[in-house]
């Protein structure tokens, strides 16, 4: 398997996994409008046998802390497709993107997920680092954080703001 950035080419294929993945279009429709719009995206494709098998999209988010803005980025959407779930390509995703996100000295990547799952990643609840959610009801457990610079994130704390192609969504 090979992760890689998403090219130009891959949009029908990135798209045919989202809609899989999430069992229906609203996921998919909101990776081409961020596609369209952001030019700060990082998106990762999984190829196998030459076909895109999974998709990670991470955007940038916004945290004003103390009169000043520090932007990390949202881990979202993220989609395997169903037949090649639990195989270890979502967790390629992750430390792909985390690893590329570090070098690129991306100080923080929030995520809402499955409690159970991303904190093998690194990520732990973003209460515990007094950062909140822009939407009601998300429980404590699944808003995350990672904190890659510790340094820069020192004091950082308050409202994690995502894109506004997000709202609606939740
Ligand atoms: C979530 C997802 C991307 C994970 O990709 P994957 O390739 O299956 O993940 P991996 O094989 O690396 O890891 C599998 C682990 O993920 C966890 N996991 C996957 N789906 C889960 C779910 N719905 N609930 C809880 N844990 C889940 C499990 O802990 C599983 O470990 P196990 O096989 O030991 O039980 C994939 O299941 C998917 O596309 N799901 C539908 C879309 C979605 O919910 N996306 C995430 C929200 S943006």
Redesign the pocket.
């Known amino acids: 398997m090979l992760i890689r950035p998403e090219r130009p080419s891959d949009a029908g294929q990135v798209r045919e996994v989202n809609t899989l993945?999430?069992g229906g279009p609203l996921?998919a429709d909101l990776v081409d409008r961020l596609r369209d719009n952001c030019a700060d995206a990082l998106s990762l494709v999984a190829e196998q046998d030459g076909a895109v098998v999974?998709h990670i999209l991470f955007t940038p988010v916004t945290i004003t802390s103390g009169g000043r803005d520090v932007v990390g980025m949202g881990?979202?959407?993220?989609?395997?497709r169903?037949e090649?779930?639990?195989?270890?390509?979502?967790?390629?995703?992750?430390r792909h993107g985390l690893d590329l996100l570090r070098e690129r000295r991306c100080p923080f990547v929030v995520?809402?997920?499955?409690p159970?799952?991303y904190p093998r990643f690194g990520f732990a609840r973003a209460s515990l680092h007094g950062i909140r959610s822009q939407w009601d009801g998300i429980a404590e457990d699944a808003w995350m954080v990672a904190i890659i610079d510790r340094q820069a994130m020192a004091g950082v704390s308050g409202m994690a703001s995502y894109r506004d192609e997000f709202n609606g969504l939740t």
């Not at 090649?84 to 992750?94: D, E, F, M, T």
């Not at 995520?111 to 499955?114: A, E, I, Q």
């Open positions: 993945a999430f996921e999974g881990l979202a959407p993220m989609g395997v169903p090649r779930q639990r195989q270890g390509i979502g967790s390629a995703l992750v995520v809402v997920g499955h159970e799952y």
